[in-house]
């Protein structure tokens, strides 16, 4: 059983910046993938960002360029840096973690933290 606990969310301008935390209870040298997903009012669950055991990320095409993803094996915490925030960017985000097949695909993650909402908005 893995625990994942996010942090660092908040209120923020819009072009802003903030940095989400997610730690895990179990050694993240093990899991194969965490990610980022989030979820907006009204709306489903969407990918954000992963990233492998391997360092290999993949990012939706809303965040490149703005949002990166990391991960610091020794603290068991994944990241995720988002800068140049936008109101559209405003939704719970969740951290994932786990060993999907398909890294993208949010069904196939074991674990998910309870959320951190971030809102963007002057």
């Known amino acids: 059983q893995v625990q994942l606990v996010e942090s660092g969310g908040g209120l923020v301008q819009p072009g802003g910046s903030l940095r989400l935390s997610c730690a895990a209870s179990a050694t993240s040298s093990s899991i194969y993938a965490m990610g980022w997903y989030r979820q907006a009012p009204g709306k489903q669950r969407e990918l954000v960002a992963t990233?492998?055991?391997?360092?290999?990320?993949n990012y939706a095409d809303a965040v490149k360029g703005r949002f990166t993803i990391s991960r610091d094996n020794a603290k068991n915490t994944a990241y995720l840096q988002m800068n140049s925030l936008k109101p559209e960017d405003t939704a719970v985000y969740y951290c994932?973690?786990?060993?999907?097949?398909?890294?993208?695909?949010?069904?196939?993650?074991?674990?998910w933290g309870q959320g951190t909402q971030v809102t963007v908005s002057s």
């Open positions: 994932a973690a786990g060993w999907p097949t398909i890294v993208t695909l949010k069904d196939e993650y074991d674990y």
């Open positions: 990233i492998t055991n391997a360092y290999i990320t």
